[in-house]
């Protein structure tokens, strides 16, 4: 088996999935859409989300994902329009990929993550713990 680089593995699932800017994820969130913050914890407590957006950390992503899972949760659906955000994009891409291998089939992740969020000066909701929402 060959051996890859993380980046090199990143770069090829975003060949694979649908790659959105800060404005088009702002544009698609909507009472249909499944935004899905999959940083961990911390560092939605430390840096803040994307207003309606749902904790899944990346390690228990697919496990909450699959409906054959003990682990499942019921708001992973495979017809709903599912995005992904990570810090920088990376593990959002990987993500996606996943999720597409599970069988989602209207899966994207926010290129450039929280940061390309921040940077496009979007709106950040903050709170007291990794579920909080503002809206």
Known sequence: ME?????LMVAQAKERVENLTSVEVEAAIDGECLLVDIREPEEREARGAIPGSILAPRGLLEF???PTSP???AEFDRARRVILYSTSGGRSA???DALQRLGYRRVAH????FKAWIDAGHQVERGTGPETRTR
């Open 94 to 96: 990987l993500a996606a």
């Open 110 to 113: 926010l290129d450039g993550g």
């Open 3 to 7: 051996t890859v680089s993380a980046s």
């Open 71 to 73: 682990a499942y949760r």
């Open 64 to 66: 909450w994902a699959d």
